[in-house]
């Protein structure tokens, strides 16, 4: 091997820890290289890089409104907007970005992007309208623009624009006792002589709140934090009132009943990190979720048929800044960020509340579902496994959890649930072990993490011994393949929904069964490419004239295989759940057979008979460590908790 090989190798290395750490998926948002032009899967250069087909003139029926309106298309300098998108066909996904000033996401199911001067989806249900809250620039910013890009479907998409000049600056003077009207002072921008909105807990009387005359605000019904007029049925209920599933108007809030069952994390007896409770009240079932985690902002309670993300109903609240809590329903169909529902009925009577790091929020669900991915709690339904997730959110937008096998793992119900049942439930840490994943994963440990790398040693410091070094070699490459064969069967056993990843693993492994079957196709014919016949070859040491090539393609191959394996390993341990302490074990082997191998490779001669004893040394470490490793691994593996099917 040249002296160059080694760090041609990291080369490599570096290369695909970067290549396999770059993923972006579309589903969840516009990328931020579409800002520039808008158009679907575009780079900052204007060059597109993932088709979403064509562009489709007009707007397709939709228009682009500010509340309060601009004045004659002006709007007023730092003044804050409400912009709402509607009156069309649905999509499902889109970006609006304006050119001037900071945007905030409001709707569920949506997040900024465009460093806060644009928005986006963060799924792909169909949708009918998108509104936000816009900040305008402060004076001197002039002409503007909102543009507007909605993608009806993989194959087609809409860019309009609604174009805005700016409005005078004008400054209060002489401003009326504003405390009186029960109105904000007068913000920068408004008419002369006049005060601001009414505050918190008032409306106006007289249609017009744009004008932000010095008509008195009226109080709301005592049972709304704000409103639009004076009966109940409020914009946000107030303290100790709430809406009931379905109503449209706030109620005084009675106690819920969470007396039915209740699940915490495993091996905590009290104060635990996060826990819910659940009861039943009529025809609703009540939910109380604690979070006790500095580090997250939601929390969340899931229902499926399999103790694993997949196809699972999910309910998430996050807590807001200003004590209160955002309830949604949201489903899970593979194992990455879940998507928030179209259809949010069903749900009702939320209320949060914080004492320093002890975050509390309660809501209640309807007993039968209202759209097909609610899990239905009525008598006759399934029973399912009940899950506790939690995590950080950045603007209103969950993030995805910590790993499985961390501290904050998600924790999951030992055995279905009956959440009509007056039970404490046995919980365990999240898997996605199955008894075909956890047989996957054992065949390419020992592959991967065993056998190649020693097949890998004995080529490279055992050619003294003869020709048993290639006996050695061939005999435990060929196993590794035979496992990796018998590991793909496995998922696919298990089915497709076992490559539903947020991670590389999937691809990755099934490139690295193609090149291990190129690996043995090339040593199957390595005397054709060589242009070689054992049968009248004179020298032992002649392999043929072409002999240099099957080395090269050989070499190549392998380092890459290598290389591409034991990340794919990595991914792997990472996405089946297990401890962080089996992902350090197989990074530190990695390291250690590494350095040792630089060691050998730099200290010991080309010569085939010298430092023999050298060479016996280090390779009996490099094997004793891989082989050490695989099992441990694999022991580690075997422990897993094995979810049902």
Known sequence: MAGRSFPCTFALVALVLCLSAYVEGYSSGAGSSACATGVPGSNSAGSVTRSHGSQQSGSDGHSIAFSPPLNGGAYKPSQTYTVTVSGGGNFIGFMARVSGGSVTATQSGTKTTCSGAGLTHTGTSSKSTVEFTWVAPASGEGTLDVRM????????????????????????????????????????????????????????????????????????????????DDTAACVTCADGYEKLIGASVCTEATPKDFSRGSVMQP??????????????????????????????????????????????????????????????????????????????????????????????????????????????????????????????????????HAALGSTHTPFISASVVDPLSTAAVEAADASNANIYTVVHAVCMTLAWVGLSPMATMIAHFLKPIGARWFQLHRGFQVFAVVLTIIGFVMVQIDGEKSLQTATPHAPLGITVLAIALIQVLLGAFRNQISNHDPKKAVDPDDHGPRRWLFNALHWT???????????????????????????????????????????????????????????FVISSLLLSVAFAAAITIVVMIATLPIQSS
């Open 267 to 400: 091996s905590c007896a009290s104060n635990c990190r996060a826990e819910a409770q659940w009861g039943r009240e009529n025809s609703d079932m009540n939910f109380k979720l604690t979070l006790r985690d500095a580090d997250s902002d939601w929390i969340a309670i899931g229902f499926g048929a399999s103790r694993s993300m997949i196809d699972m109903d999910v309910i998430v609240c996050i807590f807001n800044a200003d004590g209160s809590a955002s309830v949604a329903d949201y489903f899970s169909a593979a194992r990455s960020l879940p998507s928030i529902d179209s259809d949010q009925s069903g749900l009702g009577r939320v209320g949060a509340t914080q004492n320093g790091t002890v975050r509390v929020c309660e809501f209640s669900r309807l007993l039968a579902p209202t759209n097909t991915g609610d899990w239905s709690f009525e008598l006759d339904a399934d029973q399912p496994y009940i899950m506790v997730a939690y995590g950080p959110a950045t603007d209103g937008d969950i993030e995805q």
């Open 149 to 228: 890009t909605l993608l009806n479907s993989a194959s087609q998409f809409y860019i309009f624009t609604e174009t805005m000049t700016e409005g005078a600056t004008v400054t209060c003077t002489s401003a009326p006792d504003c405390a009186a009207l029960n109105r904000d002072l007068c913000e920068s921008g408004s008419l002369d002589d006049t005060c601001g909105a009414c505050e918190d807990g008032f409306y106006e009387t007289n249609g017009d709140a744009v004008a932000k005359n010095t008509d008195t605000c009226a109080a709301c019904h005592p049972a709304c934090a704000t409103c639009v």
């Open 557 to 615: 191959f392998g380092v890459g295989l290598l290389i591409l394996s034991l990340a794919t390993c990595a991914f792997g341990l990472i996405l089946i759940g297990t401890e962080t302490a089996t992902q350090y074990l197989l990074y530190a082997a990695i390291g250690f057979d590494v350095i040792l191998a630089i060691v050998g490779h730099l200290c010991l001669p080309k010569a085939t008979s010298e430092r023999l004893t050298a060479r």
